[in-house]
T-cell receptor, first 115, second 110 residues
């Protein structure tokens, strides 16, 4: 069974440029999460989807961040415009809804460097 | 607010046993999970405690005490490949929120 797939693995951009990250969760997993992880820190939730509905986006900086999961499968996280402080690893995770968040399956992450 | 505290670093030798502690302050606490993350890799699930007591999975065990708002991860027969960061994560808010601690970096030496 394929795991959570993310792309790109690495992205280097200049500040004020836009960037997008893509995630394909494990087949059948209805819940999808986007996390941000700074160096030496734990993952911090940005947004959680149940199918195509964003059920928790309270930590998403909506002035520059947006996300979508149009068909309830894959998802895209966008930053526009990027700032220096956005340099981090963006992790996508999924879980089968009946199990709740007790076990999340993470992708390898997309490492963003903003210059 | 909601927070988890764990030591930033732990060092141990191969073959030894190490315990990584985690104390939490979360409202509507439901359970505690543990994840392992190697440098540059994805966090991977290790263990979950929904009830007080010990859960054993091979060389790894995890413990939870709700009355003390405390849990730990126990790693036995340490191997070099166990060198990684370990995160505790609390589930709360009606089984909907998963909040991670800052992580404990474990270094295993020969």
């Amino acid at each position: 069974e394929a795991g959570v797939v993310q792309s790109p693995r690495y992205k280097i951009i200049e500040k004020k440029q836009p960037v997008a990250f893509w995630c394909n969760p494990i087949s059948g997993h209805n819940t999808l999460y986007w996390y941000l992880q700074n160096l030496g820190q734990g993952p911090e939730l940005l947004i959680r989807y149940e199918n195509e509905e964003a059920v928790d986006d309270s930590q998403l900086p909506k002035d520059r961040f947006s996300a979508e999961r149009l068909k309830g499968v894959d998802s895209t996280l966008k930053i526009q415009p990027a700032e220096l402080g956005d340099s981090a690893v963006y992790l996508c995770a999924s879980s089968p809804s009946p199990d709740g968040p007790r076990e999340l399956f993470f992708g390898e992450g997309s490492r963003l460097t903003v210059l | 607010g909601q927070s988890l505290e764990q030591p930033s670093e732990v060092t141990a030798v191969e073959g030894a046993i190490v315990q990584i502690n985690c104390t939490y302050q979360t409202s509507g606490f439901y359970g505690l999970s543990w994840y392992q993350q190697h440098d540059g890799g994805a966090p991977t699930f290790l263990s979950y405690n929904g009830l007080d007591g010990l859960e054993e999975t091979g060389r790894f065990s995890s413990f939870l005490s709700r009355s003390d708002s405390y849990g730990y991860l126990l790693l036995q027969e340490l191997q070099m490949k166990d060198s990684a960061s370990y995160f505790c994560a609390s589930i709360s808010g009606g089984y909907n929120k998963l909040i991670f601690g800052a992580g404990t970096r474990l270094a295993v030496h020969p």
